[in-house]
């Protein structure tokens, strides 16, 4: 039998309560009881109808989604819903199930739920397929932080690590393999053009043929070019069409 969650969405805009229950509306396990707009009104909420689940902005007026987590006595499953990223890694503190950054992507707020019916505390949003429009909350340059897969531009092979290229011309070193990025990353959208380099061929700009059967492939944004040897040619070509 499939698991229903009972869910109160808390925010303060009610543009994002409308737009968040519009789509929580097509999933068959989440029955909307309620809304509220602030603390005060979500603890109400809470005590009169017992939702399972907690779609919670952070950033209101007054007190905080925090403060909600505190001051409610039952133990529903939180998913925080925001504009800001700044929060993340509180949010995790406080065992939240998820993060979402607003506007909610229906695709990704689908892996939540399916996240959360499955009730698995192994399953680590971190290791599924990615999407385009993704985003992933991961350690870049010793800092966490949350990155958009489609501003991505490169990812470079770094010993046992990999350095990210971003279309605002940002570097960071994160902890990820190359083998976990070819792995994890939309195939549709991004390819391996080397054993050091992973590219978005999105932002291909141009290819040009260089020596021994090999290519320099020129990106958006970035002025030096990428070799592509000669083993992952066929494939590219193949990818793109």
Not at 66 to 79: A, M, R, S, W, Y
Not at 146 to 172: C, M, N, P, V, W
């Amino acid at each position: 039998m499939t698991k229903q969650f009972r869910a109160l969405v808390v925010d303060d805009e009610e543009l994002a309560r409308k737009d968040l229950k519009a789509i929580l509306s097509r999933f068959n396990n989440v029955e909307i009881i309620g809304e509220a707009d602030c603390v005060e009104s979500a603890i109400e909420a809470t005590e009169k109808l017992k939702p399972n689940l907690i779609f919670l902005d952070i950033q209101m007026p007054g007190e905080s989604g925090f403060d909600l987590i505190e001051k409610i006595g039952t133990q529903p499953h939180i998913v925080f819903v925001t504009a800001f990223d700044k929060y993340a890694i509180r949010a995790f503190e406080v065992n939240a199930k998820d993060y979402l950054l607003k506007p909610v992507n229906p695709e990704r707020l689908a892996y939540t739920l399916n996240k959360l019916e499955c009730d698995s505390p192994n399953l680590d949003l971190e290791y599924r397929q990615l999407e385009y429009e993704d985003v992933i909350f991961l350690m870049l340059n010793n800092k966490f932080r949350f990155l958009k897969i489609k501003t991505i531009q490169a990812i470079l092979a770094a010993s046992d690590y990999t350095e990210i290229h971003t279309i605002d011309g940002h570097r960071g070193i994160t902890q990820k393999t190359m083998k976990e990025w070819e792995q994890r990353l939309p195939e549709n959208y991004f390819s391996r053009i080397h054993r050091s380099t992973i590219i978005n061929t999105e932002l291909i700009e141009n290819i040009e043929e260089w020596f021994n059967y090999s290519y320099r492939i020129y990106l958006k944004g970035i002025q030096r070019p990428f070799v592509m040897s000669r083993r992952y040619a066929a494939k590219l070509k193949n990818q793109l069409g």
